[in-house]
């Protein structure tokens, strides 16, 4: 049940973002918009499912990055008849789709992965006691030192 929500959530925030580019600027016709919407979904709920547990979150958004603007871009072409390049709307659909994904990467590590991944630096801190050192001494031992070296 918790890959069908997953899923949703995805279809919705890819869908919204594909109406909003396609849909209002390049006049696309729903079927198409919704074509594209299912296969840009698919495609990175996929990677989402095998690739994203392995990796560090930063590589996945540069990764779906790269993959959103050839999808976009390639669907796109195959989608959208229009006379103007449609590379413009395939960046910017990579570019908030990667804040999207960024955001539902979390939620799909906690949905579904069950994020047993622990902090990568210590985080139990302790403070240390020690005696104050006369500054003036330090810098007077090393002095002794360096006149001795010579």
């Not at 069908?4 to 729903?30: D, N, P, Q």
């Not at 006691?129 to 360096?146: L, W």
């Amino acid at each position: 049940m918790d890959y069908i929500r997953v899923m949703i959530v995805k279809f919705i925030g890819i869908g919204i973002l594909t109406f909003s580019l396609y849909g209002i600027f390049f006049h696309a016709t729903i079927v198409n918009l919704l074509l594209m919407t299912l296969v840009v979904a698919g495609i990175t709920f996929i990677g989402d499912l095998f690739i994203l547990p392995r990796i560090n979150q930063a590589v996945a958004a540069v990764g779906d990055f790269a993959l959103l603007f050839l999808v976009y871009w390639a669907l796109g072409n195959l989608v959208v008849e229009s006379t103007v390049s449609l590379l413009l709307p395939a960046l910017a659909a990579a570019y908030f789709g990667t804040l999207l994904e960024s955001i539902y990467h979390i939620y799909v590590m906690d949905r579904i992965h069950e994020s047993t991944s622990t902090a990568t630096f210590s985080t139990d801190f302790q403070t240390e006691f020690a005696e104050d050192s006369d500054a003036h001494d330090i810098i007077q031992n090393s002095k002794n030192d360096s006149q001795k070296d010579e």
